[in-house]
């Protein structure tokens, strides 16, 4: 049948055979949502004026996959099976092992242009310049680039993270620069797949 049930605790959709099994058709309940109201998320925070525009543009949509990668913080980090699931759905491949995100250095190394998260502490038209060079985004628009590049600076919650430790890392001499590690601590009951 069609998604077209409504959760009544969180307004999530549904198809109606995902109801508990002991529901009526009528006043359907869900547990894969909320569970049946237990779980109560705040609503998403408003997009940022520069995405809503970006959205009512066709080009961005139709590379908005080269736009996230453009400007992603990090790499997906991965060992794919040689095989792709075959089959009429959407196309899928396998993942051996744990899907992981590569930071990469803080600084790029000496002669190579900067990337992902490093971008982030540069002056924002130089890196949108570096953004727009890089191999893949050669179609991508220099303003789109330049007001999303914008938007994320000013609202994604580490980018005042990586300016700092850019500005720690100017501070100390260039042979402190080598081993620098940067550790991730989770608290006890923290699920690392949800950070």
Known sequence: GPLNVEC?????MHFLCEKHADSPQRNPRFGMCCLQGQVNLP???AWPP???????????ISKIHQYNSALAFTSVGINIKDRTLQGSGPNAFCIHGSL?????????PEGQQPSYA???VYDPE??????????GNEGLDHR?????????????????LYKQAYQIMQEKPQEQHMDVRVCIHFQQGTDGRRI
């Open 8 to 12: 009544p605790n969180c307004h999530a």
């Open 43 to 45: 609503p998403f925070p």
């Open 50 to 60: 520069e995405l809503w525009q970006a959205y009512t543009d066709q080009t961005f």
């Open 100 to 108: 992981h995100h590569l930071m990469g250095s803080l600084m790029p």
């Open 118 to 120: 490093q971008l982030y």
């Open 126 to 135: 130089e890196a949108t310049n570096i953004h727009a060079t890089r191999p």
């Open 144 to 160: 789109i680039l330049r007001e999303l590049h914008d938007m994320l600076y000013r609202c994604h919650p580490y980018t005042p």
